[in-house]
């Protein structure tokens, strides 16, 4: 079997424009949730979330089409750029044939849906722009980074919510341990924050209505939590064949060495109970990178900060590990980013693998009061320095959909 690993890193977040600016606000807990600035949330119940700010596409696109583009198709080409210009593939020979991208996004562009749905109704259908599918459709930002990359190889969306991301790395993984490519450009994006999509999500009471105190709102495992903050953002990874890096003397972060999957088959959003479908997918992952369980040292958890998924994920964790689980230390990074849906897989990937590169955890902003029921490691305030051999970064979406990603410390 081929071997992969990661030779770059790119990212846009609610707490930072490119991957150390993110990192090093993560490891300080530094919360990226506020006011809503988008648009009048006068009339909604929940006015918070976790949005980019000051961001600018810079060159990473010609300034015409950044001009034109949604927010999503301009975030994934900021961290695509940062990540193939952390890999020093910009400047490397390399085969375009045997490049490629995956980038998952869970919804596309809901704004531009909106405002040309209001042009329809309100000046009729030649107002509508012909750049209205193309800007909306969700594997848009697949074919974007592939285009302004020359990425010739696979191109290919995921979409399956809250686990696009973490579904764009782990197919990645496949297609080059399967022979179909040397480099992936892989990961996820989404830029939701819109009055369509906050409306849907609070009609579901989904989300935290904490507006009077935005940086306690996203609160994974906390006793007191009520629901999640929406972000925002672009994770990208370059992933790339073992000897295919070495041969061009690349920077190596970690190996990616597991994917797991599986369907709950249960609910529309509710978790499976237990989270059985949850240990399912963490069990393959497991699996498939040969790991025993008492080398898995960090978990990146799904960790929403909703009363059902923080229950089940730790029932989860319990179920396949045992007594070992209450000496793995876990965290949710949503305490900072909030929950950046299509996003949240790829720049919890970059995360964990930063945990990987940097042996530190990260902290779970948020939790204050422990939910008894949630009583594992949780890395509560603080940042932990430990040896982190190998981790697991969770994702689980509506639909049933699960994905985890198994990384080991490269050396």
Not at 95 to 103: E, I
Not at 134 to 161: E, Q, Y
Not at 278 to 284: I, L, N, S, Y
Not at 305 to 332: P, Q
Request: proline fraction near 5%; aromatic fraction near 6%.
């Amino acid at each position: 079997m081929r071997r992969v690993v990661v030779t770059g890193l790119g990212m846009v977040s609610p707490v930072g424009l490119n991957v150390d600016e993110s990192w090093r606000n993560t490891l300080s807990g530094k919360s990226g949730v506020g006011p809503i600035t988008r648009f009048d949330t006068t009339n909604f119940t929940v006015q918070i979330a976790a949005e980019v700010k000051n961001f600018s596409v810079g060159d990473a696109m010609e300034a015409k089409e950044a001009g034109r583009a949604p927010l999503f198709l301009q975030f994934a080409a900021k961290a695509a750029q940062e990540a193939m210009r952390d890999a020093k593939l910009v400047e490397s020979n390399y085969n375009p044939d045997r490049a490629g991208a995956c980038v998952g996004v869970g919804i596309g562009s809901v704004d531009i849906l909106e405002e040309n749905h209001k042009a329809l109704l309100e000046k009729g259908p030649r107002r509508v722009s012909p750049f209205l599918i193309p800007h909306m459709i969700a594997n848009m930002a697949s074919g974007l980074v592939s285009r302004l990359n020359n990425l010739k190889g696979p191109n290919m969306c995921t979409t399956t919510a809250c686990a696009s991301g973490t579904h764009g790395v782990g197919e990645s993984l496949l297609y080059i341990q399967n022979d179909m490519a040397d480099v992936m450009i892989c990961g996820g994006v989404e830029s939701a924050i819109t009055p369509t999509a906050i409306a849907g999500f609070a009609s579901m009471k989904a989300l935290s209505t904490n507006n009077g105190n935005p940086n306690e709102a996203s609160r994974p495992f906390d006793l007191n939590r009520d629901g999640f903050v929406m972000g925002e953002g672009a994770g990208i990874l370059v992933l790339e064949e073992l000897e295919h890096a070495k041969k061009r003397g690349a920077k190596i972060y970690a190996e990616v060495v597991g994917y797991g999957m599986s369907g709950d088959a249960y609910h529309i959003t509710s978790p499976a109970p237990e989270g059985e479908g949850a240990q399912r997918c963490m069990r393959m992952a497991l699996k498939t990178g040969k790991i025993p369980l008492d080398q898995i040292d960090y978990i990146n958890a799904h960790g929403t900060s909703t009363k059902l998924n923080d229950f089940y994920e730790t029932r989860a964790i319990k179920g396949v590990f045992g007594e070992r689980a209450k000496s793995i230390s876990i965290s949710s990074t949503k305490g900072v980013t909030g929950h950046c849906l299509g996003a949240a897989g790829g720049i919890e990937a970059v995360f964990t693998v930063k945990a990987l590169s940097d042996q530190v955890v990260p902290p779970t902003a948020g939790l204050k009061t422990p939910d008894p029921e949630c009583d594992l490691d949780y890395t509560p305030h603080e940042q932990r320095r430990r040896e982190v051999r190998y981790a697991l970064s969770n994702s689980f979406g509506f639909g049933g959909t699960n994905a985890t990603i198994a990384f080991k410390r490269y050396s």
